[in-house]
């Protein structure tokens, strides 16, 4: 699936407000889930010396590959966690066919193979790791984006990260894209949904 890219963005206005507040800066705290082998995050840990990335991966194949890759390369500002993101703790089937196509939404992803993995909150992630600050989200979780948020209030109440989540696939009969922007409009965020449906949302205060 092709993602959107703010240079894409036909809005000149959309685009330079975009590109504005998603650049990291120095000292940024970023969760990223669905982190796969953890090349995004290596390249985006040299942006943000004193900022801290928190690699969150389902697949046991791909986290160990993730955290190797994290030691050989020497980079300090990346902590892997193998966990898939739901909206309660828990011990759940995820759904796998091949490097990044896993799921733990059948709806979205039937599988040919399932391993158990056990789950975590956005929230409780922020919890573990005593996180006083959030400044970016991003979620590619292939259908369960929707549970991610839905257990996300206090990072989404208080702690007010810009977020990028992939919103391509649908549930129930709706894009993603547009059921996380019903809910992310709860919380006063300004949401922009791309062609493709990947969305990218900041706090309003923020504009």
Not at 37 to 55: A, E, K, L, N, Q
Not at 60 to 72: G, P
Not at 95 to 110: C, F, H, I, R
Request: aromatic share 8%; proline share 2%; charged share 25%.
């Amino acid at each position: 699936m092709l993602k959107d890219a703010i240079a894409d963005i036909e809005s000149e206005k959309d685009r330079e407000l975009l590109s504005e507040l998603f650049y990291p800066a120095n000292d940024d705290v970023i969760i990223n889930c669905g982190a796969y082998v953890g090349f995004g995050d290596m390249r985006m840990s040299t942006d943000i010396p004193d900022g801290h990335i928190y690699s969150v991966e389902a697949s046991s194949a791909c986290y160990h590959r993730l955290s190797r890759n994290i030691t050989e390369n020497n980079i300090n500002n990346v902590t892997p966690i193998h966990r898939a993101v739901w909206d309660k703790d828990m011990e759940m089937e995820l759904e796998s066919e091949y490097a990044q196509a896993n799921s733990l939404v059948s709806e979205v992803l039937q599988g040919t193979h399932t391993k158990k993995v056990k789950t975590i909150t956005i929230d409780q992630i922020v919890n573990k790791y005593k996180l006083d600050k959030l400044d970016m989200l991003s979620l590619t979780l292939n259908g369960a984006e929707v549970e991610a948020l839905g257990a996300a209030d206090y990072v989404l109440s208080k702690l007010r990260p810009r977020i990028r989540l992939a919103g391509w696939y649908s549930r129930g009969g709706k894009k993603i894209s547009g059921i996380s922007k019903d809910l992310l409009e709860q919380y006063d965020y300004y949401v922009y949904i791309g062609k493709r449906g990947n969305v990218l949302t900041v706090p309003r205060e923020v504009i």
